[in-house]
């Protein structure tokens, strides 16, 4: 069974860090471009970065440079977001998700599986 599972969600103040993982069982993640998506309450669900299988590329979100890094371990399986100076309005549910698709970009309908989501929440 095909499976994501994010996990290091939590409440933190504003600029803080955190780092997110995002483990993978049932396939291998370095075949996939793995994504991360965020959705605040009442808002649709945005792509904030991506990379590909190999970890050379990446996708950002404008408003994430400079203050998320994103990478993959494929010995481990698991994909990691390392979120710097964070703030109020990264407060969000994040969801990573996997691509068949080798795609580069951050378009929702391009990712075939996903995990439940780990909940960001930066205040003071």
């Known amino acids: 069974q095909l499976q994501l599972v994010e996990s290091g969600g939590d409440l933190v103040q504003p600029g803080g860090s955190l780092r997110l993982s995002c483990a993978a069982s049932?396939?291998?993640?370095?075949?996939?471009?793995i994504g991360w998506f965020r959705q605040a309450p009442g808002k649709e669900r945005e792509g904030v970065s991506c990379?590909?299988?190999?970890?050379?590329?990446?996708t950002w979100l404008e408003s994430v440079k400079g203050r998320y890094t994103i990478s993959r371990d494929n010995a481990k399986n698991t994909v990691y977001l390392q979120m710097n100076n964070l703030k109020p309005e990264d407060t969000a549910v994040y969801y990573c998700?996997?691509?068949?698709?080798?795609?580069?970009?951050?378009?929702?309908?391009?990712?075939?599986?996903w995990g439940q989501g780990t909940q960001v929440t930066v205040s003071s």
């Open positions: 998700a996997a691509s068949t698709r080798a795609t580069m970009h951050l378009r929702r309908y391009e990712y075939d599986y």
């Open positions: 049932g396939f291998t993640l370095e075949h996939y471009t």
């Open positions: 990379i590909s299988g190999n970890g050379f590329s990446t």
